[in-house]
């Protein structure tokens, strides 16, 4: 058989199509991602708003947050981080098996917030990467379905060739 | 029972006690002697039935540290009285602690240790509870620098578990 055109039955047409690896591994990702609940202080109530009946998150597939951070991809750093706490969010995102997202919610996980203290976290940034940044006090669910929306479209645009949890090289810690 | 006819009976129990009753305060304020406030406090507990302490709390003054405690009677259903305790020592500031009559008043102290550094010899448990015990400094006092502090700077402060 020396051609190389593909002939299929006309039925076949219909059930079957052609992409890439990475779309559909990228789509599979980004239409399930697990949050993991972490809701710490005010921010948490509007994060709870958005997984509730009215702005539904289900229909992007993370109705389901997971108590444990072993099975969730995506934390949602929701609330104000403390001095206190800081260490223990830490060891909760080393936890997360890659590869693993973090959504700072509100202006108390991005940089404080109104709490200059000696007891507030400037910016859980300091201590973990965060992708994608929702500004608010707290931020509407719109907004937070619009950060949803931006980690979607960044999740979209890995690919498995340069994604750092297939590389061979170590990743770095935290 | 008024709160003059409380003062009354302090009065006559503990003539040195009371240092001072002022007019200017809206609740009634008995200012009590230092070293007499556990023998005070005692007797309100067991002579007049102030059964329930609600607060110990303290206040930064430029030359002293005030120590106020607000106590009701439940039995009696009687309202606010408040104690004050003035300590002129404000490196080694020292107060007895009335944990052993009023049980409930364990951790308010362990809060007023925390933040303002007022030492409770009698506590059964004296220790930090919103910060932690490496913690630099008492930040409610007035001469703590209000600032924000990095994750860096405290994490050598911090106490570490076992096998992190």
Avoid at chain 1, 79 to 102: F, N, S
Avoid at chain 1, 121 to 128: A, M, N
Avoid at chain 2, 82 to 109: C, H, Q, R, Y
């Amino acid at each position: 058989m020396s051609s190389h055109e593909v002939t299929m039955d006309e039925e076949l047409k219909k059930n079957l199509f052609l992409t890439t690896v990475d779309t559909v591994y990228n789509w599979g990702r980004k239409c399930s991602m697990w949050p993991m609940s972490f809701g710490l202080a005010c921010c948490a109530f509007e994060m709870i708003g958005v997984a509730a009946s009215r702005y539904d998150c289900s229909r992007f597939g993370m109705e389901i947050y997971r108590a444990s951070p072993r099975q969730a991809d995506l934390m949602i750093v929701s609330g104000t981080v403390t001095q206190k706490m800081a260490p223990q969010v830490k060891r909760i995102y080393a936890q997360m098996a890659e590869p693993k997202y973090v959504l700072a919610m509100g202006t108390c996980a991005i940089s404080g917030g109104i709490f200059t203290s000696y007891a507030v976290l400037q910016g859980v940034d300091e201590i973990i990467p965060v992708d994608v940044y929702v500004p608010g006090c707290p931020p509407r669910p719109e907004a937070l379905i619009q950060g949803f929306q931006r980690l979607h479209e960044m999740v979209m645009k890995q690919s498995i060739r340069t994604a750092p949890w297939y590389q061979k090289s170590p990743t770095s810690s935290i | 029972m008024t709160n003059e006819a409380i003062l009354a009976k302090i009065r006559e129990a503990y003539p040195t006690a009371v240092v001072d009753v002022p007019e200017e305060m809206t609740d009634f304020t008995i200012i009590l002697a230092a070293d007499q406030l556990f023998a005070v406090a005692k007797f309100l507990h067991d002579e007049l039935g102030m059964d329930y302490l609600t607060d110990v709390t303290a206040v930064d003054y430029p030359d002293h540290f005030e120590v106020v405690y607000h106590l009701y009677s439940v039995e009696r259903n009687q309202g606010l009285l408040t104690l004050k305790v003035l300590i002129a020592d404000k490196t080694n500031a020292a107060v007895a602690s009335v944990t052993p009559i009023w049980p409930g008043a364990n951790f308010m102290e362990c809060e007023v240790y925390d933040l303002m550094g007022i030492d409770f010899p009698g506590h059964p448990d004296l220790r930090r509870i919103m910060l932690w015990d490496g913690f630099p400094g008492h930040p409610l006092r007035k001469d703590f620098e209000n600032r924000t502090f990095t994750f860096k700077e405290l994490e050598p402060t911090r106490p570490k578990p076992p096998n992190w």
